[in-house]
């Protein structure tokens, strides 16, 4: 199984960026997937999760209403949309499935990873 995310870059305050996150692997549709991120000399954090069926998603305080978890099972794809970005979001955006369980907020409750992407919010 492997996870691969991309979509990152570099950004003005304000500006929005769409990370996506392909997985191989048939089971896909049943994985709960999170999105978690890491600046530097900080601990990683969940941004948000979302269930196998696209249901009930969960986000970090920091990132409500800004930004907006998804997933496509059929593409084998979840997505992470961004908008309003600040200079706080600086970070290593990673991508994670969780075999089983849903409303998962931290990092051990997954079993797969993505090698992370580099989101950069200039002001």
């Known amino acids: 199984v492997q996870l691969q995310a991309s979509g990152g870059g570099l950004v003005q305050t304000g500006g929005s960026l769409r990370l996506s996150c392909v997985a191989s692997?048939?089971?896909?549709?049943?994985?709960?997937m999170g999105w978690f991120r890491q600046a530097p000399g900080k601990e990683r954090e969940l941004v948000g999760a979302?269930?196998?069926?696209?249901?009930?998603?969960q986000y970090a305080d920091s990132v409500k209403g800004r930004f907006t978890i998804s997933r496509d099972n059929a593409r084998n794809t979840a997505f992470l949309q961004m908008n309003s970005l600040r200079p706080e979001d600086t970070a290593i955006y990673y991508c994670?499935?969780?075999?089983?369980?849903?409303?998962?907020?931290?990092?051990?409750?997954?079993?797969?990873w993505g090698q992370g992407t580099q989101v950069t919010v200039s002001s």
């Open positions: 979302v269930p196998w069926n696209g249901g009930l998603t």
């Open positions: 692997g048939r089971t896909f549709s049943s994985w709960t």
């Open positions: 994670a499935g969780a075999m089983f369980g849903s409303l998962l907020d931290a990092a051990d409750q997954y079993h797969y």
